[in-house]
C-alpha cells in the first residue's frame, strides 16, 4: 500500500499536533481515563488549537462485517492464517483512519487522543496466534508497509484480566466470547506488558487500572507533563 504524496507530507509534519493513545484490556477503563484527561486538558488549556477524541476501529460497520466473516469462514482452519486474515482488517481499517481523520488533525496542530491503536492489534491477534513482531513490523517497519503516524504518548492501562472480567459483567453488556476467554485474556495482558518490546520507540507508560479512575486519570496528568519537558 503506498501513501500519497499528500498524506505523506502530513505524516512528516505531524509534529504540529500531538497524538496519544490509550490502550489495554476491554474492561480496564479507557473511555473513563480518555475523558478524565480530555477535561484537564480543556481546563489547563493544554490543546489550544483543538482537542479530538477519536476511536478504533473507524469504519465499524464495514469492519464488523469483515471481521465475521473471517472468524465464520470454516473453510479455513489455520489459526495464524485466520489471524494474519484479521490483521490485514484492522490494518486497512487503521490506514484509512489515518488518512481521512488523523492525519488532517494532527497538521492542523489538535492534541488527538486515541482509544486503542495498533497496540490492540499486536495483543490481540498476537495472542490468537501470528506473530506479535510480524504485526509491530507492518505497522510501519516493513521496506514496503505504509508509514503509520507514530503515537507521541502511549497509555497502556494494565489490569488483570479477572478484575477486567468482572467490571464488564457489571456494565451489563453482551460480552464476545473472547471477552469471556480469560486463558485468551491472559495470553493478551501479557502482550501489553510486552510492548516497549515491540515499540521500543515509543514513549510508552503503564498505568496501574486496578486503581480507583481519579488515580489513574492522574497518572496521565503527571505523564502528560513530563511529555511537555521533553518538548520544552
Known amino acids: 500500500m503506498t501513501l500519497p504524496t499528500e498524506i505523506k507530507s502530513s505524516w512528516e509534519q505531524k509534529q504540529n499536533g500531538t497524538y496519544v493513545v490509550f490502550d489495554g484490556l476491554s474492561g480496564c477503563g479507557k473511555d473513563t481515563a480518555i475523558m478524565g484527561f480530555a ?79 495498533k497496540y490492540a492489534t499486536v495483543a490481540n491477534q498476537g495472542a490468537r496466534g501470528y506473530g506479535p513482531q510480524k504485526i509491530a513490523r507492518l505497522h510501519g517497519e516493513e521496506p514496503n508497509s505504509t508509514p503509520l503516524a507514530k503515537a507521541d504518548l502511549v497509555f497502556i492501562l494494565q489490569i488483570s484480566p479477572e478484575t477486567a472480567y468482572e467490571r464488564l459483567l457489571r456494565s451489563g453488556r453482551t460480552l464476545s466470547d473472547s471477552e469471556r476467554d480469560l486463558d485468551l485474556q491472559r495470553k493478551i495482558a501479557d502482550l501489553y506488558a510486552r510492548m516497549p518490546e515491540f515499540f521500543p520507540d515509543e514513549r510508552i507508560v503503564f498505568l496501574n487500572a486496578e486503581q480507583p479512575a481519579d488515580h489513574v486519570v492522574n497518572g496521565t496528568q503527571l505523564a502528560w507533563q513530563d511529555f511537555l519537558k521533553t518538548k520544552a
Not at 471481521?67 to 489455520?78: G, M, V
Request: hydrophobic fraction near 35%; charged fraction near 30%.
Open 39 to 117: 477535561s484537564y486538558l480543556h481546563r489547563e488549556k493544554q490543546a489550544k488549537r483543538g482537542l479530538l477524541l477519536v476511536q478504533e476501529p473507524y469504519g465499524y460497520i464495514t469492519f464488523r462485517a469483515k471481521l465475521k466473516a473471517i472468524r465464520e469462514d470454516t473453510t479455513d482452519t489455520d489459526l495464524e492464517s485466520r489471524a494474519r486474515r484479521e490483521v490485514d482488517v484492522f490494518y486497512q481499517d487503521r490506514w484509512q483512519h489515518m488518512n481521512e481523520v488523523i492525519y488532517p488533525a494532527l497538521s492542523r496542530g489538535n492534541v488527538v487522543l486515541q482509544n486503542r491503536g
